[in-house]
């Protein structure tokens, strides 16, 4: 198991970079898995280490949900997990990158199938 955060109004804490935090229902910077944490108190950390006011991270709730061995938490995971209220457009992110995989999975079959002549 591990730790993702959810906040009441902003979703699910996708990750943090360029100094900036993405929630699902926010800005989910086009991801579809979000980071998860060892425990609750390494989570609290990270939240912690970021400019959150006390009474946002007041606001943020720990939930365990089941792990494929890695530290990105799936959309169908998140699901499980009792959070489909919480995607925001995840499940769309993931829906389109399985649509681009298949059209250039698609695309590049083709061209190893096509004779010139």
């Given at each position: 198991?591990?730790?993702?955060?959810?906040?009441?109004?902003?979703?699910?804490?996708?990750?943090?970079g360029?100094?900036l935090?993405?929630?699902?229902?926010?800005?989910?910077?086009?991801?579809y898995?979000?980071?998860?944490?060892?425990?609750?108190?390494?989570?609290?950390?990270?939240?912690?280490?970021?400019?959150?006011?006390d009474s946002?991270?007041?606001?943020?709730?720990?939930?365990?949900?089941?792990s494929e061995?890695?530290?990105?938490?799936?959309?169908?995971?998140?699901?499980?997990?009792g959070?489909?209220?919480?995607?925001?457009?995840?499940?769309?992110?993931?829906?389109?990158?399985?649509?681009?995989?298949?059209?250039?999975?698609?695309?590049?079959s083709?061209?190893?199938?096509?004779?010139?002549?």
């Amino acid at each position: 198991m591990r730790t993702v955060i959810r906040h009441k109004t902003d979703g699910l804490f996708v990750g943090h970079g360029m100094g900036l935090a993405f929630f699902s229902l926010l800005d989910s910077a086009g991801q579809y898995e979000i980071v998860s944490f060892d425990s609750e108190a390494d989570a609290q950390e990270v939240l912690a280490s970021m400019s959150f006011t006390d009474s946002f991270i007041a606001e943020c709730t720990y939930h365990d949900v089941v792990s494929e061995g890695g530290v990105y938490i799936s959309v169908a995971n998140l699901k499980a997990a009792g959070l489909t209220e919480y995607l925001g457009d995840l499940e769309a992110n993931y829906n389109r990158a399985v649509l681009e995989s298949s059209a250039s999975g698609a695309m590049a079959s083709t061209a190893a199938n096509t004779t010139v002549h």
